[in-house]
């Protein structure tokens, strides 16, 4: 199937986060401006909505990216850290990913 032309329905996926209390971001290994921007502007979104949100990516923050962290929202992914919350998300949110399947 082509994804390419396939509308999104805003209205399920709206649904899909209403539903949803905790709720992780990410984007890909060695994340970019376009990753990073995004998970920037839909947490502070669902902070706003009163969700249990945070950003747990792979790699680390890159240090150009730095002034995006000024409230300390961007994690590294570290088990020990993150293991018990993870296993109570409800909906994972991956940013900037080059293809849908």
Known sequence: MNYNNVP???DKA??????AS???????????????GSECGIYYHLKEI???V???NYS?????YR????????????EDLHENWIKDVDLVIIFDVGDYL
């Open 67 to 78: 002034y995006l962290n000024q409230d300390n929202i961007f994690e590294s992914y570290k």
């Open 14 to 19: 709206n649904n899909v986060i209403k539903k």
């Open 22 to 36: 905790r709720i992780m971001l990410t984007t890909h290994e060695n994340p970019d401006g376009d990753g990073l």
């Open 54 to 56: 945070r950003i747990v």
């Open 60 to 64: 680390e923050l890159p240090f150009e």
């Open 8 to 10: 999104i329905n805003w």
């Open 50 to 52: 009163g969700k249990d």
